[in-house]
């Protein structure tokens, strides 16, 4: 009786040591060196912006609900923020990124103590730059596990394997940029798209340097999945293999097979392949969508290479995968159509059902009269007018100070708080003839729309087809949010909603809005701060497409947001 008793006992306090660690967030710590470093693409050698002479840069690897503290150091000569893409950051918007929305950028010389921390998120994220370009070269993985004493809600892969889609310019980031902004155009195409920082060998002197993944037959592996290219959404596929989808943007999904992945600018998607084919060598391929061809769009295919590990013999020449053509709207839309959360009481969902803010907002490609007062401008967009990009006709400037410090030291003239709940008029947002007089030119300002705590809110993003129109991957920051609907064609607020997603839909941070069509996405407005909204094209965000949200704080102490730091940069 006494020896069963001690085992007891000790299986008592073994399990609870082991709920004591399961509850447990741990602090963890980086160090991001940014600096410029030489790299080799194409047969020729540029600078490029990098964190720690990486590219893509270091993964960060942590818990769910641990905490994180990179120590951000800026080596380099140009300004830089970083953002935790999918990271809610609760009460703590300081270390968000974004420049001017939630800080003053990172300025050479200096160094910034980001806080990250995660609450709910559990899957694959991403973090970025997010000022000027240069997110274009850095950018990583940032991977939440399960809890210690808790596991996958699906059978734990082999391994687990990084798949960073991405471009590649010749010409320096920057001045694409510069080079963009001033001639009011679209920027020059990338010259390559990139699988793990690697063209692939369907592009010149790429073939030595192809990224190849070894994997063992009869196991599983996990592919976690970011599209961190500039631009456009991405097909992708593997050769000869299905692909499970698990999670998206740090949740779980229920399994879906499919054959092919639609990825936006900014997702992240979890991807169980299972290494069940004859052993031999295999495309991995990616290449771009555009519902709209005239856009900036190039038809190349980016490739790595899955190998069976073993003796056989080695083939002389792939085949690529079966890819969507490249204006499959349909293809697109159905597969971002078909993820569902799982929905279960290990991972339970709470979809808002009673809304309060209801908000309409049209998303639109816009024209500018080309730079009046210069003698001698050129600008080369349409008619010889400049690009510009709006949500319900309005054009966000970005103020010259962050819109946070500013909310919250009470200081007036950077913004203001009356963001339009709806476009200012009414029309056929999807007609195929409309020009752009029909919105042009759209407003200019720094306006956000202002939040009580814990507001339900339903925003309706609605695409119009003012110059042909095109997707759009619209991220919140600070939130995720559930997608309960979308569409083609216009928004109809009495139909529509009767075809909701109430019961299992995905959540989400950043969602493609169709061309000619709508998504409708829902979330609880209870974290307090200033959070960024835009299109994740980059050339439609230094259009203007983007915007803020201010959530006001609660009323209790936990219900606020917290102070900032005490190296918050300056500008």
């Known amino acids: 009786m006494k020896i069963t008793m001690n085992i007891h006992a000790s299986l008592l306090g073994l399990l609870a040591i082991l709920s004591f660690l399961q509850s447990q967030a741990a602090l963890v710590r980086y160090t991001f060196v940014v600096q410029e470093t030489k790299y080799t693409r194409l047969c020729s050698s540029k600078n490029i912006l990098t964190v720690n002479g990486q590219y893509p840069g270091p993964t960060i690897s942590a818990r769910k609900g641990d905490t994180i503290i990179v120590d951000v150091v800026n080596n380099a000569t140009q300004n830089i923020t970083i953002h935790w893409h ?15 929305i939630t800080q003053c950028p990172i300025k050479p010389g200096t160094s910034f103590s980001q806080k990250i921390i995660l609450s709910t998120e559990e899957g694959t994220l991403w973090w970025h730059a997010h000022s000027d370009w240069s997110r274009a070269t850095v950018h990583g993985l940032l991977v939440v596990s399960p809890k210690i004493g808790t596991t996958f809600p699906f059978p734990k892969p082999h391994a687990e ?9 010749k010409q320096d980031i920057q001045t694409v940029m510069e080079d963009f902004l001033r001639l009011g155009g679209d920027p020059n195409k990338s010259d390559a798209l990139t699988i793990n920082g690697q063209p692939g060998d369907q592009y010149n002197c790429s073939r030595p340097d192809t990224t190849r993944i070894t994997v063992k037959k009869g196991k599983t592996y996990m592919l976690r999945m970011v599209n961190a290219a500039m631009n456009n959404v991405m097909f992708f596929a593997i050769k000869d293999h299905q692909l499970t989808v698990v999670g998206t943007d740090g949740a779980y999904t229920k399994p879906l097979k499919s054959n092919y992945v639609t990825i ?83 991972h339970p969902i709470d979809v808002p059902l009673t809304i309060k803010r209801k908000l309409l907002y049209t998303l639109s490609l816009n024209l500018l009269p080309c730079d009046s007062g210069k ?58 003839s409309l020009d752009a007089s029909v919105l042009d030119p759209p407003m200019n300002g720094t306006k956000v729309k202002v939040l009580n705590y814990n507001d339900t809110v339903e925003i309706v993003f609605q695409g119009t087809n003012i110059l042909l129109g095109i997707d759009h991957p619209m991220h919140l920051h600070g939130y995720s949010f559930y997608v309960v609907g979308s569409g083609f064609g216009n928004f109809d607020r009495q139909r529509d909603p009767l075809n909701y997603n109430l019961v299992d839909p995905p959540l989400q941070q950043t969602i493609a809005v169709p061309r000619d069509g709508w998504t409708a996405i829902r979330f609880r407005a209870n ?29 209790t102490k936990n219900t606020r947001i917290l102070p900032p730091p005490p190296d918050m940069p300056k500008c």
């Open 86 to 100: 999918g990271v809610k950051q609760p009460r703590y918007p300081w270390s968000d990124g974004p420049e001017f």
């Open 161 to 169: 394997v990084p798949v960073i889609l991405g471009e590649w310019w």
């Open 264 to 346: 936006s600018p900014g997702q992240t998607i979890d991807v169980i392949l299972k290494a069940n084919k004859p052993k031999n060598h295999y495309y991995m391929a990616a290449k771009f969508y555009s519902s709209n061809p005239s856009s900036l769009f190039d038809n190349a295919t980016t490739t790595a290479i899955i190998q069976y590990n073993g003796n056989y013999t080695k083939p002389t020449s792939l085949v690529l995968p079966v890819l969507p053509v490249f204006n499959d709207s349909n293809a697109s839309a159905n597969f971002t159509r078909r993820l569902r959360s799982l929905a279960s009481n290990d």
């Open 375 to 432: 003698p001698n401008a050129t600008c080369v967009g349409p008619l010889g007018r400049r690009f510009a990009a709006s949500i319900n006709n309005m054009t966000f400037d970005l103020p010259k100070t962050s819109i946070l410090t500013s909310y919250y030291r009470g200081m007036n003239g950077v913004y203001g708080d009356d963001f339009p709940d709806k476009p200012s008029f009414t029309f056929n947002y999807t007609s195929n």
């Open 527 to 555: 974290n307090p701060g200033v959070w960024f909204m835009h299109c994740h094209f980059e050339r439609h965000i230094s259009w203007g497409m983007k915007m803020v949200f201010i959530v006001k704080n609660g009323k």
